[in-house]
């Protein structure tokens, strides 16, 4: 006998469709708890029972084979209708049971207990059940159990509603943070073309390098798996289309980039220090477009401990004016200093007459 419609089945179907849990991978921590009510009960299945419209998933079992089964053959629609736990005996002698498929036959089930799985809202979305083969009933203790170990069900789902919604919250901060960075810097770029000021004119770029490189680094995070992290294979190489793009026709800047997550923060700051280096070498390495290129490499050398390399083939020391350095050039040194010093390393320079090399070699926890 199929179970009656609950009386506010359009509310309850919009709730467990709000969880979006149905046909989810198995996880962990629901199969702990259906693993646990199985042994507690000393029950051989145990389900979360999910009721659809025309269907019951299981987000987790033990001792039962299929994912889901048809509505009709659903002893969990009963359970949800119930204001407490639902217990029958004996299947075969329940008129609401006794006809169905589950029941039937040698390995037929006999025995179910049942506690529905209620929502903030109230809505019963499907029940944490035990089920055995043979008629029986749960001790006081094994029942108080089953109540306690189902509101843990729904303090799951909200945990992991609650998640689901911080990353969308957060992916939709990141679009409008890079939007209006990208906003800002198009203003910087129009603010540098209206004034003749040289040392003004280089640290606007600065600035405007700065931007691109968060702007770029929200991007990413959009995307990105896990919150406020970035995969260095896939952020560094945006970053360097950037700054080819920006480059003149002469110069190449080829890279290779080994794939680290990092941190926002560490990230940005690794894009920080090879956008300096980029710029210097566009400026001062390849006068009256002589043409060159810029190496940008990344490594993962094992043990959290990385290493960034960066040289141009430039003049380098053979025509360099080797004067004190700019009011500008003292910002992107600075600059530079602050971002190496963030991510817990120091740089090294040279300039020869090959060119010009930048080393940093530095150590972060795992996924700092």
Not at 34 to 49: M, Q, R, T, W
């Amino acid at each position: 006998m199929r179970a009656p419609v609950h009386t506010e089945q359009e509310k309850r179907l919009e709730t467990l469709a709000g969880y979006d849990i149905l046909d989810t991978p198995q996880e962990t921590d629901f199969d702990d708890i259906v693993e646990l009510a199985s042994k507690i009960c000393d029950a051989p299945i145990s389900l979360i029972s999910l009721v659809d419209e025309n269907r019951q998933w299981f987000k987790a079992r033990v001792g039962f084979e299929d994912t889901e089964t048809p509505i009709d053959s659903s002893i969990c629609s009963y359970a949800i209708l119930q204001d407490t736990l639902m217990e029958i005996p004996d299947l075969l002698k329940d008129p609401r049971t006794s006809d169905n498929p589950l029941t039937q036959g040698d390995g037929g089930i006999r025995f179910y207990a049942g506690v529905k799985l209620n929502a903030p809202n109230g809505m019963p979305i499907g029940s944490l059940c035990v089920i055995d083969t043979k008629p029986r009933e749960l001790t006081e203790f094994q029942r108080d159990a089953l109540r306690i170990l189902s509101k843990q069900v729904v303090k799951q789902f909200e945990l992991r509603l609650a998640l689901r919604n911080q990353v969308i919250l957060q992916a939709e901060m990141d679009h409008r943070v890079k939007n209006s960075l990208q906003s800002i810097a198009s203003v910087v770029r129009i603010y540098s073309r209206t004034i003749d000021d040289a040392n003004a004119q280089q640290a606007l770029a600065a600035v405007q390098r700065r931007i691109d490189a968060v702007a770029m680094l929200h991007a990413e995070l959009q995307s990105a798996d896990k919150s406020d992290t970035v995969r260095t294979s896939d952020y560094m190489p945006r970053v360097i289309t950037l700054l080819q793009a920006g480059a003149p026709e002469n110069i190449t800047i080829d890279s290779t980039i080994d794939p680290v997550l990092m941190s926002s923060e560490d990230a940005t700051n690794l894009a920080m220090i090879t956008s300096e280096f980029v710029a210097n070498s566009i400026k001062h390495g390849f006068p009256d477009a002589a043409p060159g290129t810029i190496n940008i490499e990344f490594q993962d050398l094992g043990n959290h401990r990385y290493r960034l390399e960066c040289r141009d083939n430039g003049i380098g020391s053979s025509s360099r004016k080797m004067d004190s350095p700019t009011r500008t050039q003292g910002i992107g040194t600075r600059l530079v200093a602050a971002a190496a010093s963030s991510l817990g390393g120091t740089t090294e320079t040279e300039i020869n007459e090959d060119g010009s090399h930048l080393l940093l070699q530095f150590e972060i926890a795992a996924n700092d």
